[in-house]
């Protein structure tokens, strides 16, 4: 079982920046590969980029490509999603999750993330 918490969201002008944290508990979080979704209101669920249990692979889509970076500290039990060059398009409820295997099996409460014009 595995719980997540993610915070950071909030309200920042376009071209901005935020980071957004997901701390996991239970000691297996690094067996786990970590992933970033978003929703915006009125839009199905989006994958927005993902990290394997090393840290040594990430994947992103393409909407944030060059942009965004995801991270992991497996000491900390925390997944990060730094968010550089904001656009208002990028204003949504961001979600982090845990795969262990196929699916995405954990997911966190979701954080807001508003991007002002």
């Known amino acids: 079982q595995v719980q997540l918490v993610e915070s950071g969201g909030g309200l920042v002008q376009a071209g901005g920046s935020l980071r957004l944290s997901c701390a996991a508990s239970g000691r297996t979080f690094s067996s786990y590969a970590m992933g970033w979704f978003r929703q915006a209101p009125g839009k199905e669920r989006e994958f927005v980029a993902a990290i394997n249990w090393s840290g040594g692979r990430t994947s992103y889509v393409d909407s944030v490509k060059g942009r965004f970076t995801i991270s992991r500290d497996n000491a900390k039990n925390t997944v990060y999603l730094q968010m550089n060059s904001l656009k208002p398009e990028d204003t949504a409820v961001y979600y982090c999750?845990?795969?262990?295997?196929?699916?995405?099996?954990?997911w966190g409460q979701g954080t807001q993330v508003t991007v002002s014009s």
């Open positions: 999750a845990a795969r262990y295997g196929d699916d995405y099996d954990y």
